[in-house]
């Protein structure tokens, strides 16, 4: 489907919904693509896990969480 984003209230809804996904779809792959850990944060991320395995007790339910925040 090629059409103006300038025009898509013409388009039929069926049409718009197309669009609409195709968007979508066109943001997940950007994102997927974009979605790279620094070293940093590759690090930071197995030492938290790595703390977590050695104390299990350590952690917080989710329930907990969301409650709080």
Do not use: C
Not at 3 to 9: A, D, E
Request: proline content about 4%; hydrophobic content about 35%.
């Amino acid at each position: 489907m090629t059409t103006s984003i300038l025009n898509y209230k013409e388009l039929p809804i069926y049409e718009r919904i197309q669009l609409v996904e195709d968007i979508l779809d066109s943001i997940a792959e950007e994102k997927l693509n974009n979605l790279r850990l620094s070293t940093e944060e590759s690090n930071e991320l197995h030492r938290r896990l790595a703390a977590h395995q050695a104390d299990p007790s350590s952690g917080i339910p989710w329930e907990q969480v969301r409650a709080t925040s």
